[in-house]
Protein backbone atom coordinates (compact mmCIF):
# COMPACT_ATOMS: atom_id res chain seq x y z
CA UNK A 1 0.00 0.00 0.00
CA UNK A 2 1.09 3.24 -0.88
CA UNK A 3 0.37 6.41 0.86
CA UNK A 4 -0.04 10.24 0.84
CA UNK A 5 -1.12 12.49 2.64
CA UNK A 6 -2.71 16.29 2.11
CA UNK A 7 -4.76 18.84 3.41
CA UNK A 8 -2.75 20.60 5.90
CA UNK A 9 -1.87 24.12 7.07
CA UNK A 10 -2.08 26.87 9.44
CA UNK A 11 -4.63 27.83 11.57
CA UNK A 12 -5.47 29.53 13.94
CA UNK A 13 -6.57 28.05 17.42
CA UNK A 14 -10.39 26.94 17.65
CA UNK A 15 -10.20 26.36 14.16
CA UNK A 16 -10.71 22.81 12.24
CA UNK A 17 -8.97 21.47 9.25
CA UNK A 18 -9.45 18.30 7.64
CA UNK A 19 -6.89 15.94 6.69
CA UNK A 20 -6.70 13.08 3.40
CA UNK A 21 -4.81 10.16 3.02
CA UNK A 22 -4.84 8.48 -0.21
CA UNK A 23 -4.23 4.69 -0.54
CA UNK A 24 -3.08 2.69 -3.58
CA UNK A 25 -2.98 -1.03 -4.07
CA UNK A 26 -5.72 -3.44 -3.63
CA UNK A 27 -4.57 -4.67 -0.33
CA UNK A 28 -5.67 -1.46 1.17
CA UNK A 29 -9.48 -2.23 1.73
CA UNK A 30 -7.98 -5.18 3.82
CA UNK A 31 -5.93 -2.95 5.95
CA UNK A 32 -6.63 -1.20 9.14
CA UNK A 33 -5.42 2.43 9.12
CA UNK A 34 -3.81 5.53 11.31
CA UNK A 35 -3.03 8.58 11.89
CA UNK A 36 0.47 9.74 13.96
CA UNK A 37 1.84 12.76 14.11
CA UNK A 38 5.30 14.32 15.15
CA UNK A 39 6.23 17.30 16.55
CA UNK A 40 9.44 19.25 16.47
CA UNK A 41 12.11 17.38 18.79
CA UNK A 42 9.30 15.10 20.09
CA UNK A 43 9.09 11.14 19.46
CA UNK A 44 6.15 10.47 16.51
CA UNK A 45 3.16 9.50 18.85
CA UNK A 46 -0.12 7.59 18.28
CA UNK A 47 -3.41 10.32 17.33
CA UNK A 48 -6.33 8.09 15.80
CA UNK A 49 -6.69 4.26 14.36
CA UNK A 50 -9.40 2.39 12.41
CA UNK A 51 -10.41 -0.65 11.88
CA UNK A 52 -10.65 -2.00 7.86
CA UNK A 53 -14.31 -1.85 7.33
CA UNK A 54 -14.33 1.27 9.49
CA UNK A 55 -16.54 0.04 12.42
CA UNK A 56 -14.14 0.51 14.82
CA UNK A 57 -12.02 3.91 15.74
CA UNK A 58 -9.60 4.32 18.66
CA UNK A 59 -7.88 7.42 19.84
CA UNK A 60 -5.17 9.07 22.05
CA UNK A 61 -6.48 10.91 24.93
CA UNK A 62 -5.30 14.35 23.94
CA UNK A 63 -7.68 14.21 20.50
CA UNK A 64 -10.21 12.46 21.38
CA UNK A 65 -13.67 14.05 20.86
CA UNK A 66 -11.83 16.82 19.00
CA UNK A 67 -10.85 14.53 16.09
CA UNK A 68 -12.63 12.22 14.00
CA UNK A 69 -11.36 9.05 11.74
CA UNK A 70 -12.76 7.75 9.08
CA UNK A 71 -12.25 6.03 5.55
CA UNK A 72 -13.76 5.29 2.29
CA UNK A 73 -12.99 2.51 1.09
CA UNK A 74 -14.95 2.88 -2.55
CA UNK A 75 -12.33 5.91 -3.08
CA UNK A 76 -9.68 4.08 -1.10
CA UNK A 77 -8.98 7.38 1.48
CA UNK A 78 -8.52 7.99 4.86
CA UNK A 79 -9.61 11.30 6.93
CA UNK A 80 -9.03 13.17 9.74
CA UNK A 81 -11.26 15.73 10.55
CA UNK A 82 -9.50 17.68 13.68
CA UNK A 83 -11.66 20.28 15.58
CA UNK A 84 -10.69 22.83 18.26
CA UNK A 85 -7.32 23.03 17.32
CA UNK A 86 -4.40 24.26 19.42
CA UNK A 87 -1.19 25.24 19.30
CA UNK A 88 -0.03 21.47 20.91
CA UNK A 89 -1.31 20.00 17.94
CA UNK A 90 1.42 21.51 15.82
CA UNK A 91 2.84 18.73 14.38
CA UNK A 92 3.57 16.81 10.66
CA UNK A 93 0.88 14.42 10.70
CA UNK A 94 1.30 10.98 8.74
CA UNK A 95 -1.02 8.18 7.66
CA UNK A 96 0.16 4.70 8.23
CA UNK A 97 -1.48 1.22 6.63
CA UNK A 98 -1.44 -2.09 7.28
CA UNK A 99 -1.06 -2.88 10.86
CA UNK A 100 1.08 -5.94 11.31
CA UNK A 101 0.36 -6.99 14.86
CA UNK A 102 -2.53 -7.34 16.85
CA UNK A 103 -5.47 -5.17 16.58
CA UNK A 104 -6.92 -1.69 16.42
CA UNK A 105 -7.49 -0.02 20.51
CA UNK A 106 -4.57 -3.04 21.00
CA UNK A 107 -1.43 -1.58 23.03
CA UNK A 108 0.30 -2.37 19.37
CA UNK A 109 -1.84 -0.42 16.97
CA UNK A 110 -0.54 2.74 18.67
CA UNK A 111 2.96 1.88 17.90
CA UNK A 112 4.47 3.55 14.97
CA UNK A 113 6.68 0.29 14.37
CA UNK A 114 3.74 -1.52 14.29
CA UNK A 115 2.15 -0.52 11.03
CA UNK A 116 4.27 -1.67 7.04
CA UNK A 117 2.73 1.86 5.06
CA UNK A 118 3.34 5.21 5.70
CA UNK A 119 2.64 8.15 3.65
CA UNK A 120 5.27 11.37 3.53
CA UNK A 121 3.78 13.84 5.96
CA UNK A 122 1.74 16.94 6.08
CA UNK A 123 2.22 19.62 8.04
CA UNK A 124 -0.41 21.50 10.43
CA UNK A 125 0.53 24.51 12.34
CA UNK A 126 -1.33 25.83 14.37
CA UNK A 127 -1.46 29.75 15.73
CA UNK A 128 -2.36 30.90 19.15
Known amino acids: VQLQAFGGGLVQAGGSLRLSCAASGRTFRTSSAAWFRQAPGKEREFVAA????????YYADSVKVRFTISRDNAKSMVYLQMNSLNPEDTAVYYC??????????????????????WGQGTQVTVSS
Open 50 to 57: ITMSGEST
Open 96 to 117: AARLLKGYIGGASSTDSTSYAS
